[in-house]
């Protein structure tokens, strides 16, 4: 990477840092620029949500094809209704409960909602994150911030400052550096446009969490709708590294190489990840130990995908996770990035 088109880098670990770079991203984005910000999620790239020009910035530096929406974040609830034409029941008792959070409503849009940021679609994603520096930049800032994640279109989302400028360079002119995200994964989408409330994209907050505010609700989150996308993530191929992804379930060494061997990979340029049977080291590219806990898991998916990726190695066996229903998350982004499943 150039260093002379390196963007500028923020940190944020000291209260005076941490004021320094609200302030500053927030000029930048009065002035219709993007800049790459922490979420509790991923790293986002965000703009101006009221301002098309802007939107599109983020758009060009991802390479995001224009059909994929995008998620307008906000810092309180007024913010929020004020993006969206309608402000149902549904929506209330979602927000006062997982509100500041990774959990995105899908409501019809305002009027000075872009269609840009929606797909050209009525409806939009609206989500009030729980990470402090959001939450003072959008304040500081007075509008909604259009912000998907701050990587190369279909590339795995960025965890820390680091990934977004190996992602993006000099694409994005300014990054706050806030260290790694809390959550590690996606927001929860749902749709309450739909009756029963649809989860469009799974979470951390999870169907059951979401059930016990609802009621009904339906958790068919690979059905297509007609009309354009509501939210992102619906992509068949998304959140992926560079190399090969593959997922299995496998009872021991002997049983995971001949599953590569009938794929014609090897060991030596194949890198594990397991949770649970973890191969013997020798022979391997690598071999990492990722957590049995789903939201352990998702905190440390993308950060060892990311490391493991700028190793070169030609593919990456994740091994497959449990099916419960707090697994659904990771299993989705899994599918999605992986080019088999078995």
Not at 1 to 27: G, I, K, Q, Y
Not at 88 to 115: C, H, M, N, Q, S
Not at 291 to 314: I, S, T
């Amino acid at each position: 990477m150039d260093p002379v088109n390196l963007p500028r880098v923020l940190a944020t670990h000291t209260p005076a840092l941490f004021r320094a770079a609200v302030v500053e991203a927030a000029s930048q984005l009065r002035a219709g620029e993007i800049v790459a910000v922490p979420t509790e999620t991923v790293y986002g790239l965000a703009a101006d949500a009221r301002n098309p020009v802007a939107v599109a910035k983020i758009y060009a530096a991802k390479g995001r094809p224009v059909h994929n929406p995008v998620i307008v974040h906000v810092a309180d609830g007024d913010l929020a209704r004020a993006c969206v034409a309608s402000w149902p029941v549904t929506a209330e008792r979602l927000a006062r409960a997982f509100w500041p959070g990774p959990l995105t409503l899908v409501l019809p849009k305002a009027a000075d909602i872009p269609e840009l940021v929606t797909a050209g679609g009525p409806t939009v994603g609206v989500r009030w994150p729980r990470h402090p520096f959001m939450q003072a930049l959008i304040t500081e800032c007075g509008f909604p911030l259009a912000a998907p994640s701050a990587n190369a279109a279909n590339q795995l989302s960025p965890t820390t400052a680091g990934h977004v400028q190996r992602s993006l360079g000099a694409s994005v002119p300014l990054i706050v550096d806030a260290g790694p995200c809390a959550v590690g994964l996606e927001s929860t989408v749902v749709d309450l446009t739909v009756e029963p409330p649809r989860i469009l994209r799974p979470g951390m907050v999870t169907a059951a969490a979401l059930h016990a505010v609802l009621g009904a609700l339906s958790t068919d989150h690979l059905a297509e709708a007609a009309g354009p996308r509501r939210s992102p993530g619906q992509l068949p191929r998304h959140y992926a590294p560079r190399a090969r992804l593959l997922v299995h379930r496998w009872t021991d060494s002997a049983d995971l190489l001949a599953w590569l061997n009938a794929r014609r990979l090897t060991a030596a340029t194949t890198h594990v990840l397991a949770h649970t049977h973890l191969p013997s080291p020798e022979g391997w590219a690598g071999v990492s130990l990722v957590p049995c806990d789903p939201e352990a898991f998702a905190r440390a998916l993308y950060a060892e995908l990311h490391r493991v990726d700028v190793l070169g190695v030609d593919a990456i066996v994740v091994e497959g996770v449990p099916e419960e229903a707090e697994w659904a998350a990771i299993a989705d982004r899994l599918r999605r990035a992986a080019i088999e499943v078995g």
